[in-house]
Structure formats: C-alpha cells, structure tokens
C-alpha cells in the first residue's frame, strides 16, 4: 500500500530508517509530507506509536482505519 502522511515529529531521521521507500514530497514549515510504499498490518501499530506527531493523509480508507483506532483508544480512557 502507499500511503502519504505529514510529520512533524522530533525525528525525520527516524522516520526514513522505519519506512525504507519514504520519499518526501513537500516541507510545510515544520512539518514535512512523506510518501511510502508499505507491506503488511505492522505500519499501522508503528504510526500509531508515534503519537501527534503523525497524520495518515492517504488512502482515505486507511485514514479512516486509524481514525477508529485513535477512536477506540480514547474510549478505554473515558
């Protein structure tokens, strides 16, 4: 799957070593647009540990996959 998402964390570095294919595409102040070609489940479980410092832009459905996750998250909190 290829995904596109904005970062704006601490480490870029980090990011590029994770997502071997990432590419960045644009720099919007601090914050840069990547895009990535990624295999399996295990990036969702990555992206989600990286906090606020990552927005999954596309694919739509995959958004929406981590939206309900984030969701689901914050329920076990409330």
């Not at 914050?31 to 990535?36: G, P, R």
């Not at 989600?48 to 999954?56: D, F, H, K, R």
């Amino acid at each position: 799957m290829t995904i596109k998402l904005r970062f704006w964390g601490p480490s870029l570095e980090a990011l590029l070593d994770r997502l071997p294919t990432a590419k960045i595409l644009q720099r919007e102040g601090e914050a840069y647009i990547i895009q990535a070609e990624v295999y399996g489940k295990g990036v969702k479980m990555w992206l989600l540990s990286q906090a606020n410092y990552i927005e999954v832009l596309e694919p739509l459905n995959f958004r929406e996959e981590m939206k309900q996750t984030i969701e689901q998250m914050f329920k076990l909190y409330s």
